[in-house]
């Protein structure tokens, strides 16, 4: 009784850190932004507690749901680049060799360099003025002159952010499908090529199914840092055309700071927070089907 107890006393001591941690940057942050979202909130004036008003603002605030709805768009259009691309990279270098390895690390270079500082460098590749895309494209001869990427149209925007992000995160997810991979036992290979299947048939029916829960995961990980995504758009766009391209965090950021709108923020921040909680229980179920 006495071990069972210290262990237990260990183990809580162990784990106080964490806890600790969890409740000073996760828990209180969240209950903080909970009690701003129930009071009309300003820097230049005291809190007035109003309720739920803000939550019936943000139901019926339309341009919110236009940067809502754009962050969806932006998210569906994204993560199947993300996800195929980068297990497909992974399945190219999986396999330990010089080549492979320097591949990998070329491929994961831009994962360590900031997204401000990524976003800022995109923004000059596409300039219509003196941006190396633009210049490549009129060498090939694809187009007859510059093309503006940037803040015209809403589709071209999206775009060009999306291959500046994807340029910038893929090797995350490749680095995570390679540790998985290589985690599938060499036996099963070995046995499913004895039994004579080739190498689309071990992919799909050995390596995929032994590495699902992986890649639902890194879908996790890359719809949520979709969802939030504020510095590629601030940087590259900041909303335009006529905030077409405003994401929700970019939508949240405008009320929060320049108009002083804390606690609409805050309730437009727990829409959100609420939006990924749901992607989150989607994953979890996935994966607790996947080891069924």
């Known amino acids: 009784m006495y071990r069972s107890t210290r262990g237990r006393l260990v183990g809580l001591a162990y784990l106080a850190p964490a806890l600790v941690f969890v409740l000073l940057f996760t828990v209180y942050p969240l209950g903080r932004m909970a009690w701003m979202s129930l009071h009309n909130w300003s820097l230049l004036t005291p809190p007035v507690f109003v309720g739920f008003d803000n939550y019936e603002r943000v139901f019926g605030d339309r341009q919110f749901w236009v940067s809502f709805l754009f962050t ?25 060799s010089p080549l492979r390895k320097v591949t990998r690390t070329v491929v994961f270079i831009p994962v360590v360099i900031g997204l401000g500082v990524s976003s800022l460098l995109w923004y000059w590749l596409f300039s219509a003025d003196f941006g190396l895309v633009n210049r490549a494209l009129m060498d090939l001869g694809l187009v007859d002159k510059p093309v503006l990427w940037l803040g ?13 992000v994807v340029w910038k995160v893929i090797g995350f997810g490749m680095i995570l499908f390679v540790g998985a991979i290589q985690a599938v036992p060499t036996e099963v290979n070995e046995a499913s090529m004895v039994d004579g299947a080739g190498y689309g048939q071990r992919v799909t029916r050995v390596i995929l199914p032994l590495t699902l829960r992986t890649v639902l995961l890194v879908t996790l990980i890359s719809v949520i840092g979709s969802l939030l995504a504020f510095d590629q758009f601030y940087i590259m766009t900041a909303g335009q055309p006529q905030n077409e391209t405003a994401t929700s965090v970019f939508y949240v950021y405008l009320n929060s700071f320049p108009y002083l709108k804390l606690g609409y923020g805050a309730a437009l921040s727990m829409v959100l927070a609420l939006t990924i909680l749901a992607f989150t229980v989607v994953q979890l179920l996935l994966t607790r089907r996947s080891e069924v």
């Open 72 to 96: 969806l768009k932006y998210t569906a259009l994204i993560t199947p680049v993300l996800i195929v691309g980068g297990y497909l990279l992974a399945l190219l270098t999986a396999h330990n």
């Open 152 to 164: 015209v149209d809403a589709d071209m925007s999206n775009l060009a952010i999306s291959a500046s």
